[in-house]
């Protein structure tokens, strides 16, 4: 069965220090992960995939399979990110399995 | 303006009774999902539908129902054997098409049972 661990709930980093929010995963099939985020009084709403290999607000992830790990990192948080992220596992027929967050805090 | 619109926002009902959350798109998706989003727990999926007049368990069905008469729509009914509904629920949809992956979501309805 597929697995998503996102083992931190909460994380705080002060501005402009570097930031890692962790994801590992566990399936059978190849993996194709994602990031979602949401912001204060937001929607749920798709930050990154790893198949694109692209740079959204700054964060990437990157896909390692031998870790089985996506982690999100950004260089030099912003007050901005502070939200809840959420790593997602793509199954069969279009179904996303979500892990259970993180929720940023970037403090000033 | 297009995209997902749930409602209602706050519900309350009475052990016993059940209740119906509507969810209707306009984005001509394909398919839609109903998860569940408690604190600590992240989202879980409920059902899903992929085309009309179908749908699919997800891994918390218990206690809930759907339909799927049309593709604009795919109301939830939580059912009065649900055992702890008081909980956010979020109703989203996705196109048929790629890119894959990319969930259009809800503002979301939070239900509370006195």
């Known amino acids: 069965a597929q697995r998503v661990t996102q083992p931190e709930k909460l994380l705080s980093v002060f501005k402009g220090a570097p930031v890692e929010l962790k994801c590992n995963y566990s399936y059978s099939g190849s993996p194709e992960l994602f990031w979602y985020v949401q912001y204060s009084r937001q929607r749920l709403q798709l930050l990154l995939r790893h198949i694109s290999r692209e740079s959204i607000k700054g964060f990437t992830a990157d896909l390692n399979k031998g870790e089985t790990s996506f982690h999100l990192k950004k260089p030099f948080a912003q007050e901005e990110d502070s939200a809840m992220y959420y790593c997602?596992?793509?199954?069969?027929?279009?179904?996303?399995?979500f892990g259970t967050g993180t929720r940023l805090t970037v403090i000033p | 303006d297009g995209g997902i619109t749930q409602s209602p926002k706050y519900l309350f009902r009475k052990e016993g009774q059940n209740v119906t959350l509507s969810c209707e798109q306009n984005?001509?998706?394909?398919?839609m999902y109903w998860y569940r989003q408690d604190p600590g727990q992240g989202l879980r999926l409920i059902y899903y539908?992929?085309?009309?007049?179908?749908?699919q368990k997800g891994d918390i069905a218990e206690g809930y129902s759907v339909s799927r008469e049309k593709k604009e729509s795919f109301p939830l009914t939580v059912t009065s054997a649900q055992k702890n509904p008081t909980a956010f629920y979020l109703c989203a949809s996705i196109t048929g098409t790629s890119p894959t992956g990319e969930l259009f979501f809800g503002e979301g309805s939070r239900l509370t049972v006195l």
């Open positions: 539908s992929q085309i009309v007049n179908d749908f």
């Open positions: 984005l001509n998706h394909d398919a």
């Open positions: 997602a596992l793509l199954t069969g027929a279009n179904n996303l399995f």
